[in-house]
């Protein structure tokens, strides 16, 4: 049996970027028998097929996402991964390089407003 379909239908219809164990719980709940090495070995599959979007951060768990061109805000402090949309920087990209090259992943590090608001009010939990 092949799990592939369903878990790329999980990750291009979550709202959240979700980690393999998350992504895991998810099919085991359907699925008591799978295992964790069964949902990593079709993630990466997927990932390298260009089929979902792996999204590195330094210090923790991948994540992955949908293709849909989109950027990524990262809370320094917290790891809350946001979908933003930029203006997109391809032709300026390409213009500054001087040829053409494959993608690029725009991460802008931040404080979400939860971990803002707990730094303002440390007493508060």
């Known amino acids: 049996m092949t799990y ?7 990750i291009i219809h979550s709202v959240e970027h979700l980690t393999v164990e998350q992504i895991y719980a998810k099919m085991k ?3 008591p028998k ?4 069964t949902v990593y070995n079709n993630v990466n599959k997927l990932w390298r097929a260009g089929s979902i979007r792996r999204v590195s951060v330094e210090n923790m768990p991948d994540r992955y996402d949908r293709l849909v061109k989109h950027d990524h805000l990262v809370c320094q402090k917290c790891g809350r ?5 930029f203006e997109d920087l391809t032709a300026s990209l390409r213009r500054q ?5 494959l993608s690029y992943d725009l991460k802008v ?8 608001e707990r730094e303002d ?3 508060v939990t």
């Open 121 to 123: 009010h440390p007493d």
């Open 34 to 37: 799978i295992v964790l090495a």
């Open 109 to 116: 590090f931040y404080l979400c407003p939860d971990c803002r």
């Open 97 to 101: 390089l001087g040829e053409d090259f």
């Open 4 to 10: 592939e379909r369903e878990i790329r239908d999980i």
């Open 81 to 85: 991964l946001a979908d933003i949309s």
């Open 29 to 31: 709940s359907r699925y």
